[in-house]
C-alpha cells in the first residue's frame, strides 16, 4: 500500500508510531511547517516532523498546499491513499482527487458531532460521557464527508484530562486505521453519509478562553482546567496586587458545602492548606498553578510566601 501520511500534532504523532509499529510505513510524511518556540524563539519542527526523521521517511513541510512545486512533487510519489489526522491546514481541491483512492482522515469525535478544530477539548467542556473517532473520506467541507467506519470510546473518568483524552483517541484512532485502510483499498467498505442535521461545531481556543469566570459552576471551571492543559492553558487573575496574573493547572471541585455559603463568587481562601476559590455553584480548590514569571509549584507552597492572597478575589 503505497500511502502518505498528513499530521503534525502530538495526536498524529502516535497514531504515525503505532502505524509504523505495524509495519505501515508510508512513503512520505506531509507535516505543517516549524514553528518558533520559547523566549528564544527557536525553530522547532512538529513531532510528526521528527518521528518521520527517525524513521528515514522523506518529508514536506509546505506553506501552501496550493503552490505548483509542493502538488508536482507531492504527484510524484503517486499515492493510492493519503491518511490524514490532526495536520492542521485546510485541504484545497486540487490535492482531494490526487490520490486514488481519495483521503481519509481520522478525526476524534463521532462525527457528526464535533466538526471542527477542537473536539477533543469540547467534548471534555461539554461533559460528555462518549466520544470516539471517525475515519472518513475528506470533501471539500470541513469534517463532512462520508463515515467510512467509527469506534466508540466511553468516558468512565469523570476527571479525565485533554492529554489523557487525547492519548486514548490516538490509540484507538490508530487501531482503527490499521484495520480499515487495506478494506478502503479492496473496495470491501461502503462509506455512509453523515446526517448533516445532527452537526455540531467547535471553534479555535481563544484567548479569551483561557480566562476563568469565577461566576460559572465548579463542575464548567473543572472542565475547563482540564480541557485547556497544558496548552494554551487558562488563567485568573487578582484584584489587588496590580492584578497578578496566576495560571491554574490542577485541582479539584468540590459541592456547595455550609461552610462556603458565606463568600462570594472568585473569593480566595484557605481550605485543608489549599488554595481554594468559591464559584457561582460550588467550590474549585486549587492544587497545582503557576504564577506569571515563575515555575509551576503546589498552592500549598504558593500559600506559604504569599499569604496576601488571601485578602483579595479573582
Known amino acids: 500500500m503505497r500511502f502518505v501520511f498528513f499530521g503534525s500534532s502530538k495526536f498524529a504523532e502516535i497514531i504515525l508510531n503505532k502505524l509504523l509499529e505495524s509495519d505501515m510505513k508510508p512513503v512520505l510524511v506531509v507535516t505543517a511547517p516549524p514553528k518558533?518556540?520559547?523566549r528564544k524563539k527557536v525553530l522547532s519542527p512538529?513531532?510528526?516532523?521528527a518521528l518521520a526523521e527517525q524513521n528515514k521517511i522523506p518529508i514536506l513541510a509546505p506553506e501552501n498546499l496550493k503552490d505548483e512545486g509542493f502538488l508536482l512533487n507531492f504527484k510524484n510519489y503517486k499515492p493510492d491513499l493519503v491518511i490524514l489526522t490532526a495536520y492542521g491546514k485546510i485541504i484545497p481541491s486540487e490535492l482531494l482527487s490526487i490520490p486514488k483512492k481519495g483521503i481519509l482522515n481520522l478525526h476524534p469525535s463521532l462525527l457528526p458531532r464535533w466538526r471542527g478544530a477542537t473536539p477533543i477539548q469540547s467534548a471534555i467542556l461539554a461533559g460528555d460521557k462518549e466520544t470516539g473517532v471517525s475515519l472518513f473520506l475528506m470533501d471539500e467541507e470541513i469534517d463532512h464527508g462520508p463515515i467510512i467506519q467509527k469506534a466508540e470510546y466511553k468516558i468512565q473518568n469523570p476527571i479525565i484530562t485533554y492529554p489523557e483524552l487525547s492519548q486514548e483517541l490516538a490509540r484507538i484512532g490508530a487501531d482503527l486505521i490499521i484495520k480499515i485502510s487495506p478494506k478502503w483499498l479492496k473496495g470491501e467498505i461502503n462509506p455512509i453519509s453523515q446526517d448533516h442535521s445532527l452537526a455540531s461545531y467547535c471553534h479555535k481556543i481563544l484567548p479569551e478562553d483561557e480566562k476563568i469566570d469565577w461566576n460559572k459552576s465548579n463542575i464548567e471551571i473543572d472542565r475547563k482546567i482540564r480541557a485547556l492543559n497544558p496548552n494554551p492553558g487558562v488563567f485568573t487573575k487578582t484584584t489587588k496586587e496590580n492584578g497578578t496574573i496566576i495560571k491554574i493547572i490542577k485541582g479539584h471541585s468540590l459541592t456547595n458545602l455550609p461552610i462556603f455559603t458565606n463568600k462570594?463568587?472568585?473569593?480566595?481562601?484557605?481550605?485543608?492548606?489549599?488554595?481554594?476559590?468559591?464559584?457561582?455553584?460550588?467550590v474549585y480548590v486549587i492544587e497545582e498553578l503557576r504564577p506569571a514569571g515563575k515555575n509551576t509549584m503546589t498552592s500549598e507552597s504558593f500559600l506559604r510566601g504569599n499569604q496576601w492572597i488571601l485578602k483579595t478575589n479573582f
Open 36 to 38: 518558533t518556540k520559547g
Open 264 to 282: 462570594v463568587p472568585g473569593q480566595v481562601f484557605e481550605f485543608e492548606n489549599k488554595l481554594a476559590v468559591k464559584c457561582g455553584k460550588g
Open 46 to 49: 512538529t513531532p510528526v516532523y
